[in-house]
């Protein structure tokens, strides 16, 4: 599954495993996530791509909130 801007990921590796996550950024092989509570869209953290699995769900919604990105990985969790 690609990882692109909009996704809604799993962490499977550090200590955010299991969270779900917002893709803000993709580059040179690192995802920068965003959950819209810790780490804020005006600072994702940086994680490589082979500590992610994607989902099937990819927002065209708007995402340059934290309350945004938190409406999106709720609606994700709603249809889940």
């Known amino acids: 599954m690609e990882i692109k801007i ?4 799993r962490s499977i590796a550090g200590h955010d495993k ?3 996550l ?6 040179d092989g690192y995802a920068y996530v965003s959950d819209g509570k810790l780490r804020k869209v005006s600072k994702p953290k ?3 791509l082979k500590h992610l699995q994607g989902t099937h769900f990819v927002t065209e919604n708007d995402f340059s909130e934290d309350y945004k990105v938190r409406n999106i ?6 249809r889940v």
Do not use: H, I, M, W
């Open 6 to 9: 909009g996704s809604v990921v």
């Open 46 to 48: 940086k994680k490589k």
């Open 22 to 27: 917002l893709v803000v950024a993709v580059e």
């Open 73 to 78: 990985l709720a609606e994700y969790l709603k």
């Open 18 to 20: 299991g969270d779900l």
